[in-house]
């Protein structure tokens, strides 16, 4: 059983001080399960509704428990495993903070976001399943340590230069052009991004291209041609070089390998 819910093009939504946009979510039946390591430029979010998978990396294995929740951040190298069929609810989104060396939490569902989503499945009904799993991902992030969820420290400048960035992949804003539209200084643009992310714009604009990459060829059928040229890569050539240093496999490959969970 497959129950999509897919939002490409709408608008992400506001909570607790970050924006949010989970734009594919499910609930399915899934026979075994294989996910070789292949790092996502995405929140990922699970629910088992039945035991028997694990999230696995070279040092831990997270077991995926019926009714146990698990969230995993972006740039998270592990594995999926099960031998045999098992059931789940998951989603994939966007955040706007990321956490350095991240590894998978498990979190608990609480019993109205559970029979949410039992009662959106046993009724088809799309918008009661993407209120739930609406749900779902605020309890993930709940489960977050408080520090790396906290806004309230980062500078308005660098959260809104973000957003720019987020908008307009494809062209290739210079720091003047952030600056110009922050109506700010290019110095007071470096210096919030050094103190805030410990990068600097450019650097964190080619990490946010590349990420809207991995996500188009992993959820989209766009040729690598037009995704980069959507993503702001002179060429195929040109992309497939800089995506293959990020990424450690070119993207053909990684949308070879990707898998929907």
């Known amino acids: 059983m497959y129950i999509p ?24 039946t899934v026979n075994n399960w ?17 035991d028997g998978a694990s999230i696995r990396s070279p040092a831990t294995t997270w077991p995926m428990r019926a009714h146990e929740g698990i969230v995993i951040p972006p740039d998270c190298p592990v594995t999926g495993h099960a031998e045999g069929p098992f059931t789940l609810f998951y989603a994939h989104f966007h955040c706007s903070f ?16 559970r029979r949410a989503l039992d009662a959106a499945v046993a009724r088809h009904d799309e918008a009661l399943f993407k209120a739930a799993v ?11 340590p408080a520090a790396s969820t906290c806004a309230s420290d980062v500078s308005p400048y660098t959260t809104m230069a973000l957003e720019i960035m987020k908008e307009c992949p494809g062209d290739r804003l ?11 200084s290019e110095a007071t643009l470096l210096r919030v991004f050094r103190d805030n992310l410990g990068v600097s714009p450019q650097k964190e604009y080619m990490r946010l291209r590349l990420a809207h990459a991995a996500t188009l ?22 992309f497939t070089r800089i995506f293959s240093r990020e990424w450690q496999v070119p993207p053909a490959t990684y949308r070879h390998t990707a898998t929907p969970l």
Request: hydrophobic letters at 45%; one cysteine or more.
């Open 98 to 113: 990321h956490l350095a060396g991240a590894v998978p939490l498990t979190f608990k569902a609480d019993d109205d976001t």
């Open 134 to 144: 609406l749900r779902l991902v605020a309890c993930a992030l709940a489960s977050l």
């Open 174 to 184: 210079a720091n003047a052009d952030l600056a110009r539209r922050l109506r700010i």
């Open 34 to 50: 294989n996910d070789p390591v292949l790092r996502n430029a995405f929140w990922r979010c699970y629910l088992p509704i039945t």
């Open 217 to 238: 060829l992993q959820h989209t059928s766009k040729s690598i041609e037009q995704i980069a040229e959507e993503c702001g890569f002179c060429d195929r050539n040109h």
């Open 5 to 28: 819910v897919t939002q490409p093009g709408k608008a992400p939504i506001a909570t607790s001080g970050h924006r949010l946009d989970v734009f594919l979510s499910a609930f399915a």
